[in-house]
């Protein structure tokens, strides 16, 4: 998989707009990993007036050792994240130079997807949404985003 560099793992986060709310929710918890200084994190809200965003995005995401994928409906239907951003991120796990974890923030269909064969997270892909508290799956997502970080630093460091 991709080397991170030096001690910093890059997350780039794909996600629908619809989910914004949720995407921030999610920031916060990965807050203290930032604050760690093992990760640094992009995603689309980062752009700045001028830049070109399509390549910006493609730009990104080709830096990243692990790329988010936020699942719902709305991430479903984009055509933009399909063809664009979820083909990248698939066609970087294939060859080995990225991490694509999926996060299941709503109910939908996804299971037919690509990612499916992915490890999900919450525990047992159960949506975000779905959790009396919320703020357990976000936990759990946050655990396991910090697990995979600390296997990329060590396999680095090997």
Same mark, same amino acid.
């Given at each position: 998989?991709?080397?991170?560099?030096?001690?910093?793992? !890059?997350?780039?986060?794909? !996600?629908?707009?619809?989910?914004?709310?949720?995407?921030?929710?999610?920031?916060?918890?990965?807050?203290?990993?930032?604050?760690?200084?093992?990760?640094?994190?992009?995603?689309?809200? &980062?752009?700045?007036?001028?830049? @070109?965003?399509?390549?910006?995005?493609?730009?990104?995401?080709?830096?990243?050792?692990?790329?988010?994928?936020?699942?719902?409906?709305?991430f479903n239907a984009?055509?933009?994240?399909? @063809?664009? @951003?979820? &083909?990248?991120?698939?066609?970087?796990? @294939?060859?080995?130079?990225?991490?694509?974890?999926?996060?299941?923030l709503r109910p939908?269909?996804?299971?037919?997807?690509?990612?499916?064969?992915?490890? &999900?997270?919450?525990?047992n892909a159960k949506?975000?949404?779905?959790?009396?508290?919320?703020?357990? &799956?976000?936990?759990?997502? /946050?655990?396991?985003?910090?697990?995979?970080?600390?296997?990329?630093?060590?396999? /680095?460091?090997?």
């Open positions: 998989m991709s080397q991170s560099t030096a001690s910093k793992v !890059y997350i780039f986060t794909s !996600y629908a707009h619809e989910d914004e709310a949720l995407k921030n929710e999610l920031d916060k918890y990965l807050k203290v990993l930032k604050r760690s200084g093992k990760i640094d994190t992009w995603n689309d809200r &980062a752009l700045i007036a001028g830049q @070109e965003w399509n390549k910006t995005i493609m730009e990104e995401l080709a830096k990243a050792n692990i790329i988010i994928l936020l699942i719902s409906v709305d984009s055509d933009f994240i399909y @063809e664009k @951003e979820l &083909a990248e991120a698939m066609k970087r796990h @294939e060859a080995g130079t990225a991490y694509v974890v999926p996060v299941i939908c269909k996804w299971t037919s997807m690509q990612y499916a064969k992915l490890q &999900a997270l919450p525990r949506p975000v949404t779905e959790y009396e508290d919320q703020d357990r &799956a976000f936990t759990e997502i /946050a655990t396991g985003i910090e697990t995979l970080v600390d296997h990329i630093l060590s396999s /680095a460091k090997s």
